[in-house]
């Protein structure tokens, strides 16, 4: 198709426009964190770094991204054990209810995070009020592992398709056993997958905010909730930027590896 | 020897190995999670009572009731809708150009650079990204400064800033299965168009929109289902706008209403249903 030279700069001028504009805003949050301004005020006078020096002084920053943490692990860990069998089943056996359950995996995060957020709530309260139980930290972790799970299959199918099976029949012919080919075979080559697939789901995990607030208990507060609860506090303006200029550099960059390290060609688990 | 066992006989029945392989999965999502699906489904049925606050496991249509006769809760579904249907229209009048440029205009070898710096952002905190918007539409905040030469005012908190931040979050999610329908689409198609006598006008609206129409309804599930889903934009820079998933999220929260939160929360889910039925046989769905 022609496109004249004057349709081609307009798409340009949109395109990079666009970009700049998803960009600016990032960008305006890691300059405010270096303003050391106590009230929001735009543009800084001038560059510090006082609020950096003062993150670990603010009280809750530090135990938030330890329940964040903790959460993160706990959620990836189920996910790559559901999602890994879920992913093997689904490439290496034929079953009833097949395409059922991989539409299933991708629901929860398919549906709206409150939609999740209280199903779960509504359950958990169900079932723990006649206990005398409350919501506490592991109910965020199933909250979190439940949509993670889809995460981990994206990836680990993935590299099964790729991968076939060839090379798993090549070792039980050799007279491995079952156990003996996922170890010396199978487990090797998908390794880099679950990896991906793990930094992913954490990933996930660390910046979700809408299933947590329904599935957490009275004391558990992770880093995105202790940002949303300190964001409307102007007193708490110039950590809540560190923070968020911490988690900007933070994210992108495992994201990044775990592309790099996936190379199956998935957008990741949020498309 | 017992090992070995185990072992010939995981060999034998590839039934097993496949049910073992999913007892868990199926555990956790067939029962655990369209299990609370259901429950929160017929939790809607419930009510509170007034009086303790405990929750009455009697059902009962009340919570309908109210939500049809009170004119406040038709607003808000109305507005709503109205919220994720403009940011899915800003959503795909910036992705199609944007996709169009990258998938036919620049050199392939610039492609996926263009692609990654899209694709970026997307994993960058939801909510830095939200309170980054909070700087941007602040009184005193960027976009006042940007605009006070002109002796104009910012929006400010609301409706628009609310909306723009929507239109922001998702538009990756746009641009991304237009790249990929533009993408599919051979030069040739455009070149025979082309050939044939039609202006680059003719060849977009009669050739490229038909074929990645598709992608645009896939990118459009996304940008509408995820819009009428959210609260924590609307609660950030939304000022006192009230959408339909702040007022379920209010409550679960403060007022203590799960069963009235049901209820109301089937109005989103209702409605992104009708949305996947109303365009299952334009092959969106098989995109995925």
Same mark, same amino acid.
């Given at each position: ?14 395109? %990079? ?164 080919? %996922? ?18 789901? %954490? ?10 607030? %329904? ?57 | ?288």
């Amino acid at each position: 198709m022609y496109i004249s030279r004057r349709a081609k700069i307009l798409l340009a001028t949109l395109t %990079f426009g666009t970009l700049s504009f998803i960009y600016l805003p990032l960008v305006v949050v890691a300059l405010n964190s270096f303003n050391p301004s106590r009230t929001f005020s735009w543009p800084p006078s001038s560059l510090s770094t006082v609020w950096w020096g003062r993150l670990t002084e603010s009280n809750g920053v530090l135990p938030a991204i330890g329940t964040s943490i903790k959460v993160g692990l706990g959620a990836t860990a189920i996910a790559l054990v559901l999602g890994t069998c879920i992913a093997f089943a689904v490439s290496r056996y034929s079953f009833y209810g097949k395409s059922t359950l991989s539409l299933l995996v991708i629901f929860p995060i398919a549906l709206p995070g409150i939609i999740t957020g209280i199903a779960l709530n509504t359950t958990f309260h169900t079932f723990l009020d006649p206990l005398n139980k409350q919501l506490a930290l592991w109910t965020v972790v199933v909250g979190h592992a439940t949509f993670c799970i889809v995460v981990v299959y994206n990836n680990v199918l993935a590299r099964l398709r790729r991968l076939g099976q060839s090379l798993e029949e090549a070792s039980q012919d050799l007279g491995a056993n079952i156990f003996q080919t %996922f170890r010396y075979i199978t487990f090797p080559l998908v390794r880099s997958a679950l990896v991906a697939g793990g930094l992913l789901a %954490f990933a996930l995990s660390f910046d979700e905010i809408v299933v947590t607030t %329904f599935t957490a208990g009275p004391g558990t507060e992770t880093l995105p909730q202790w940002i949303f609860n300190n964001l409307f506090r102007p007193n708490q303006a110039p950590i809540v930027n560190v923070v968020a200029t911490m988690l900007i550099v933070l994210f992108i960059f495992p994201v990044w590896l775990s592309q790099r390290m996936s190379q199956d060609g998935s957008a990741g688990g949020r498309l | 020897m017992h090992k070995n066992r185990v072992n010939t006989w995981l060999y034998r029945h590839k039934g097993a190995r496949a049910g073992l392989l999913l007892a868990l999965p199926v555990l956790w999502l067939a029962i655990a999670y369209l299990g609370s699906l259901a429950v929160m489904l017929v939790s809607s049925l419930w009510s509170v009572d007034s009086f303790t606050g405990n929750t009455v496991h009697s059902l009962s249509f009340t919570n309908f009731h109210t939500l049809i006769t009170q004119r406040v809760y038709s607003t808000i579904a109305i507005r709503s809708i109205g919220v994720a249907v403009a940011v899915t229209l800003i959503d795909g009048l910036l992705a199609i150009p944007i996709a169009l440029f990258i998938a036919k205009v620049l050199k392939p070898r610039f492609r996926s650079v263009v692609i990654a710096l899209v694709l970026v952002p997307l994993w960058a905190s939801y909510l830095v990204k939200t309170y980054a918007w909070r700087s941007m539409f602040a009184d005193g905040g960027v976009i006042s400064w940007v605009l006070k030469p002109f002796g104009i005012n910012g929006p400010g908190f609301g409706l628009a800033a609310t909306t723009i931040t929507l239109a922001y979050l998702w538009l990756p999610y746009m641009i991304l299965p237009i790249y990929a329908g533009m993408d599919r689409l051979p030069n040739s198609l455009l070149e025979a168009s082309s050939d044939l006598g039609a202006s680059a006008t003719k060849t977009f609206t009669s050739i490229i929109l038909p074929i990645i129409y598709p992608a645009i309804i896939a990118g459009s599930i996304f940008t509408f289902s995820l819009s009428l889903g959210d609260y924590i934009v609307v609660k950030i820079v939304g000022g006192t706008t009230q959408l339909v998933a702040n007022v379920i999220a209010d409550n679960v929260g403060t007022a203590g209403n799960l069963p009235f939160a049901a209820a109301m929360a089937l109005l989103p889910i209702g409605t992104i249903l009708g949305y996947l039925f109303v365009v299952r046989r334009s092959g969106a769905l098989e995109n995925f």
